[in-house]
T-cell receptor, first 112, second 111 residues
Framework: EDQVTQSPEALRLQEGESSSLNCSYT??????LFWYRQDPGKGPEFLFT???AGEEKEKERLKATLTKKESFLHITAPKPEDSATYLC?????????????FGAGTQVVVTP | DAGVTQSPTHLIKTRGQHVTLRCSPI?????VSWYQQVLGQGPQFIFQ???????GRGNFPDRFSARQFPNYSSELNVNALLLGDSALYLC??????????FGEGSWLTVV
Protein backbone atom coordinates (compact mmCIF):
# COMPACT_ATOMS: atom_id res chain seq x y z
CA GLU A 1 0.00 0.00 0.00
CA ASP A 2 1.14 3.53 -0.77
CA GLN A 3 1.86 5.42 2.40
CA VAL A 4 3.29 8.53 0.77
CA THR A 5 1.75 10.00 -2.38
CA GLN A 6 3.04 13.04 -4.19
CA SER A 7 1.15 15.12 -6.74
CA PRO A 8 1.40 16.17 -9.42
CA GLU A 9 3.96 13.78 -10.93
CA ALA A 10 5.33 16.58 -13.09
CA LEU A 11 4.91 20.34 -13.16
CA ARG A 12 6.00 22.81 -15.79
CA LEU A 13 6.12 26.44 -14.70
CA GLN A 14 7.01 29.72 -16.28
CA GLU A 15 9.62 31.74 -14.42
CA GLY A 16 7.78 33.74 -11.74
CA GLU A 17 4.68 31.50 -11.79
CA SER A 18 4.11 30.34 -8.20
CA SER A 19 2.71 26.89 -7.47
CA SER A 20 2.38 24.21 -4.80
CA LEU A 21 3.35 20.56 -4.60
CA ASN A 22 1.38 18.12 -2.46
CA CYS A 23 2.53 15.22 -0.31
CA SER A 24 -0.17 13.14 1.39
CA TYR A 25 0.60 10.37 3.86
CA THR A 26 -1.30 7.63 5.67
CA UNK A 27 1.15 6.57 8.39
CA UNK A 28 0.22 6.92 12.04
CA UNK A 29 2.59 8.17 14.68
CA UNK A 30 4.42 10.60 12.42
CA UNK A 31 7.80 11.61 13.80
CA UNK A 32 8.79 13.93 10.98
CA LEU A 33 8.06 14.85 7.38
CA PHE A 34 11.07 15.59 5.22
CA TRP A 35 11.42 17.50 1.96
CA TYR A 36 14.38 16.99 -0.37
CA ARG A 37 15.45 18.39 -3.72
CA GLN A 38 17.14 16.01 -6.16
CA ASP A 39 18.96 17.06 -9.31
CA PRO A 40 19.51 14.51 -12.11
CA GLY A 41 22.25 12.03 -11.25
CA LYS A 42 22.72 13.45 -7.73
CA GLY A 43 21.76 12.46 -4.22
CA PRO A 44 18.81 14.14 -2.47
CA GLU A 45 19.59 17.54 -0.92
CA PHE A 46 17.94 18.17 2.44
CA LEU A 47 15.49 21.07 2.54
CA PHE A 48 13.18 20.84 5.58
CA THR A 49 11.91 18.66 8.40
CA UNK A 50 8.43 19.37 9.79
CA UNK A 51 7.21 17.79 12.99
CA UNK A 52 3.69 18.89 13.86
CA ALA A 53 0.53 20.11 12.18
CA GLY A 54 0.57 23.84 11.63
CA GLU A 55 4.33 24.05 11.37
CA GLU A 56 5.85 26.06 8.51
CA LYS A 57 9.45 26.43 7.35
CA GLU A 58 10.93 28.66 4.65
CA LYS A 59 14.10 28.71 2.62
CA GLU A 60 14.54 31.27 -0.15
CA ARG A 61 11.61 30.76 -2.55
CA LEU A 62 10.43 27.57 -0.85
CA LYS A 63 7.95 27.24 2.00
CA ALA A 64 6.81 23.93 3.47
CA THR A 65 3.66 23.47 5.54
CA LEU A 66 2.24 20.47 7.39
CA THR A 67 -1.27 19.33 8.27
CA LYS A 68 -2.37 16.08 9.91
CA LYS A 69 -2.53 14.21 6.61
CA GLU A 70 -0.52 16.19 4.08
CA SER A 71 2.26 18.63 3.44
CA PHE A 72 2.63 21.31 0.82
CA LEU A 73 5.77 22.73 -0.72
CA HIS A 74 5.06 26.19 -2.08
CA ILE A 75 7.41 27.60 -4.69
CA THR A 76 7.11 31.38 -4.91
CA ALA A 77 8.24 33.18 -8.07
CA PRO A 78 10.38 30.24 -9.22
CA LYS A 79 13.54 30.62 -11.25
CA PRO A 80 15.01 28.13 -13.76
CA GLU A 81 17.50 26.99 -11.11
CA ASP A 82 14.57 25.66 -9.07
CA SER A 83 14.10 22.95 -11.70
CA ALA A 84 14.56 19.60 -9.95
CA THR A 85 12.65 16.64 -8.57
CA TYR A 86 11.19 17.36 -5.13
CA LEU A 87 10.85 14.38 -2.83
CA CYS A 88 8.92 14.12 0.40
CA UNK A 89 9.43 11.39 2.96
CA UNK A 90 7.89 10.40 6.28
CA UNK A 91 9.56 9.09 9.39
CA UNK A 92 7.32 7.26 11.83
CA UNK A 93 7.27 4.77 14.68
CA UNK A 94 9.51 4.47 17.71
CA UNK A 95 12.24 2.34 16.20
CA UNK A 96 14.57 2.82 13.28
CA UNK A 97 14.35 6.60 13.19
CA UNK A 98 16.80 6.57 10.32
CA UNK A 99 14.16 4.99 8.09
CA UNK A 100 12.36 7.27 5.67
CA UNK A 101 9.42 6.26 3.48
CA PHE A 102 9.60 8.31 0.27
CA GLY A 103 7.05 9.35 -2.29
CA ALA A 104 7.83 9.05 -5.99
CA GLY A 105 8.59 12.76 -6.31
CA THR A 106 7.35 15.72 -8.34
CA GLN A 107 9.51 16.73 -11.27
CA VAL A 108 9.48 20.51 -11.61
CA VAL A 109 10.68 22.31 -14.74
CA VAL A 110 10.85 26.11 -14.69
CA THR A 111 11.25 27.77 -18.08
CA PRO A 112 12.56 31.32 -18.61
CA ASP B 1 33.11 20.16 6.45
CA ALA B 2 32.85 17.08 4.28
CA GLY B 3 29.39 15.74 3.63
CA VAL B 4 28.46 12.09 3.24
CA THR B 5 30.98 10.47 0.91
CA GLN B 6 30.34 7.33 -1.10
CA SER B 7 32.52 5.14 -3.29
CA PRO B 8 32.70 4.09 -5.99
CA THR B 9 30.58 6.61 -7.88
CA HIS B 10 29.91 4.30 -10.84
CA LEU B 11 30.45 0.62 -11.40
CA ILE B 12 29.41 -2.11 -13.81
CA LYS B 13 29.04 -5.71 -12.67
CA THR B 14 27.97 -8.95 -14.29
CA ARG B 15 24.97 -10.98 -13.14
CA GLY B 16 25.91 -13.34 -10.33
CA GLN B 17 28.83 -11.22 -9.11
CA HIS B 18 29.22 -9.56 -5.75
CA VAL B 19 29.51 -5.83 -5.04
CA THR B 20 30.65 -3.78 -2.05
CA LEU B 21 29.69 -0.14 -1.70
CA ARG B 22 31.26 2.15 0.88
CA CYS B 23 30.06 5.16 2.82
CA SER B 24 31.65 7.65 5.20
CA PRO B 25 29.15 9.65 7.26
CA ILE B 26 29.42 13.28 8.23
CA UNK B 27 31.90 13.70 11.07
CA UNK B 28 30.16 13.10 14.39
CA UNK B 29 27.19 11.24 12.89
CA UNK B 30 26.76 7.77 14.32
CA UNK B 31 23.80 6.64 12.21
CA VAL B 32 24.12 5.42 8.64
CA SER B 33 21.23 4.29 6.45
CA TRP B 34 21.25 2.74 2.97
CA TYR B 35 18.67 3.28 0.24
CA GLN B 36 18.10 1.98 -3.27
CA GLN B 37 16.68 4.31 -5.90
CA VAL B 38 15.59 3.05 -9.30
CA LEU B 39 14.88 5.47 -12.12
CA GLY B 40 11.63 7.40 -11.69
CA GLN B 41 11.02 6.31 -8.11
CA GLY B 42 11.79 7.61 -4.66
CA PRO B 43 14.56 5.97 -2.61
CA GLN B 44 13.66 2.72 -0.79
CA PHE B 45 15.04 1.96 2.64
CA ILE B 46 17.42 -1.01 2.89
CA PHE B 47 19.19 -0.77 6.26
CA GLN B 48 19.92 1.50 9.18
CA UNK B 49 22.94 1.12 11.47
CA UNK B 50 23.51 3.05 14.65
CA UNK B 51 26.51 2.58 16.90
CA UNK B 52 27.52 -0.43 14.83
CA UNK B 53 24.24 -2.24 15.39
CA UNK B 54 21.50 -2.89 12.85
CA UNK B 55 18.47 -0.84 13.83
CA GLY B 56 16.23 -1.40 10.86
CA ARG B 57 15.90 -3.49 7.72
CA GLY B 58 13.69 -2.87 4.73
CA ASN B 59 11.99 -5.38 2.46
CA PHE B 60 15.08 -6.62 0.61
CA PRO B 61 16.32 -10.19 0.13
CA ASP B 62 19.11 -11.73 2.19
CA ARG B 63 21.49 -11.11 -0.71
CA PHE B 64 21.74 -7.60 0.73
CA SER B 65 23.83 -7.14 3.86
CA ALA B 66 25.62 -4.29 5.55
CA ARG B 67 27.85 -3.47 8.45
CA GLN B 68 29.14 -0.44 10.31
CA PHE B 69 32.71 -0.05 11.49
CA PRO B 70 34.07 1.48 14.73
CA ASN B 71 34.73 4.76 12.87
CA TYR B 72 31.01 4.75 11.83
CA SER B 73 31.74 4.21 8.15
CA SER B 74 29.65 1.53 6.51
CA GLU B 75 29.61 -1.04 3.73
CA LEU B 76 26.68 -2.38 1.75
CA ASN B 77 27.21 -5.79 0.19
CA VAL B 78 25.06 -7.37 -2.48
CA ASN B 79 25.61 -10.99 -3.51
CA ALA B 80 24.48 -12.87 -6.60
CA LEU B 81 23.65 -9.70 -8.51
CA LEU B 82 20.51 -9.60 -10.65
CA LEU B 83 19.71 -7.23 -13.50
CA GLY B 84 17.05 -5.70 -11.25
CA ASP B 85 19.68 -4.61 -8.76
CA SER B 86 20.77 -1.89 -11.20
CA ALA B 87 20.05 1.36 -9.36
CA LEU B 88 21.49 4.35 -7.53
CA TYR B 89 22.53 3.28 -4.03
CA LEU B 90 22.37 6.10 -1.53
CA CYS B 91 23.92 6.40 1.89
CA UNK B 92 22.51 8.79 4.47
CA UNK B 93 23.88 9.90 7.80
CA UNK B 94 22.24 11.49 10.80
CA UNK B 95 23.14 12.69 14.24
CA UNK B 96 19.77 12.07 15.90
CA UNK B 97 17.23 11.55 13.13
CA UNK B 98 16.10 15.17 12.91
CA UNK B 99 18.14 15.99 9.82
CA UNK B 100 19.16 13.20 7.48
CA UNK B 101 21.78 13.98 4.85
CA PHE B 102 22.42 11.94 1.73
CA GLY B 103 25.56 11.33 -0.26
CA GLU B 104 25.76 11.56 -4.04
CA GLY B 105 25.29 7.82 -4.41
CA SER B 106 26.87 4.90 -6.19
CA TRP B 107 25.48 4.05 -9.61
CA LEU B 108 25.41 0.27 -10.08
CA THR B 109 24.76 -1.24 -13.48
CA VAL B 110 24.36 -5.02 -13.70
CA VAL B 111 24.78 -6.53 -17.17
Amino acid sequence: EDQVTQSPEALRLQEGESSSLNCSYTVSGLRGLFWYRQDPGKGPEFLFTLYSAGEEKEKERLKATLTKKESFLHITAPKPEDSATYLCAVQWGTDSWGKLQFGAGTQVVVTP
Amino acid sequence: DAGVTQSPTHLIKTRGQHVTLRCSPISGHKSVSWYQQVLGQGPQFIFQYYEKEERGRGNFPDRFSARQFPNYSSELNVNALLLGDSALYLCASSLAGNTIYFGEGSWLTVV
